[in-house]
């Protein structure tokens, strides 16, 4: 990662050399700042050059920003609304000998020893879900991409505050908790996302191309996510 200093700023940005003519600058949604430059341009001058859209750049991540997964906070009360798969869901915290969690019609029912508890039994009963849904959509999906041969060593799920999803290079994809709340066709989105990126690491045209084959409305379903959990 290169980066230059803009004020008290410091802006990260990926390198990429092509047979292009002309450097040119792209923000992503995912917050990656990609700089595409002609084989025979120096470090100092792709550096200046960055540095005189600096302005931009960060005018750009600070609108995707707004964007990002940030989880709002919930008091984890009875009558709030809570989502799962999409869908509103009425939480409905009473005092019972077992704790449980379960949906029944419009209503996720937390049943409690102690309503303090409530907020991390939804977060492991959140967490239980995900992984069967996530493990469920991936082996889905990994028959589309069986001429890549593929590896994935492991299925990480974990609360992040600025992605929805990553991989490795060794096969490892880690999952944003909060997917489990959006759509399942948004899931699927991001899964797949992150199985292109094993494939092609750089959001370049290659990402780009292999993305739309495998999910032509996949900004449909981004924008979807984005509004979802916004």
């Known amino acids: 990662m290169n980066t230059i200093s803009y004020g008290k700023k410091e802006i990260g940005y990926e390198l990429q050399f092509s047979d292009r003519k002309t450097l040119g600058i792209a923000v992503y949604p995912d917050m990656n700042v990609v ?44 009558g709030e609304t809570h989502l799962y798969l999409g869908r509103q869901y009425v939480l409905k915290v009473e005092k019972a000998v077992d704790n449980q969690v379960k949906l029944k019609g419009k209503y996720l029912r937390v049943k409690t020893r102690n309503k303090k508890n409530a907020e991390e039994l939804l977060y492991d009963w959140y967490r239980f879900k ?6 469920s959509i991936l ?4 028959p589309e991409f069986e001429k890549h041969d593929l590896k994935i060593k ?35 989105y991001v ?40």
């Open 35 to 78: 700089v595409t430059a002609p084989e025979n341009v120096s470090k100092e001058k792709i550096q200046e050059k960055v540095k005189s859209k600096a302005r931009w750049i960060l005018k750009q991540l600070r609108t995707f920003e707004k964007y990002q997964p940030l989880s709002k906070p919930k008091d984890y009360v009875s």
């Open 130 to 135: 995900a992984q069967i849904h996530f493990n």
């Open 139 to 142: 082996e889905d999906l990994l």
């Open 154 to 188: 492991e299925l990480n799920i974990r609360k992040m505050n600025t992605r929805w999803g990553s991989c490795t290079p060794g096969g490892v994809i880690t999952l944003n908790l909060h997917l489990i709340k959006a759509p399942k066709r948004c899931i699927e």
């Open 191 to 230: 899964i797949l996302h992150e199985l292109c990126h094993l494939i092609h690491h750089k959001h370049d045209a290659a990402f780009y191309r292999l993305l739309n084959s495998k999910m032509p409305h996949w900004k449909r379903w981004k924008e979807k996510l984005e509004i979802t959990l916004a």
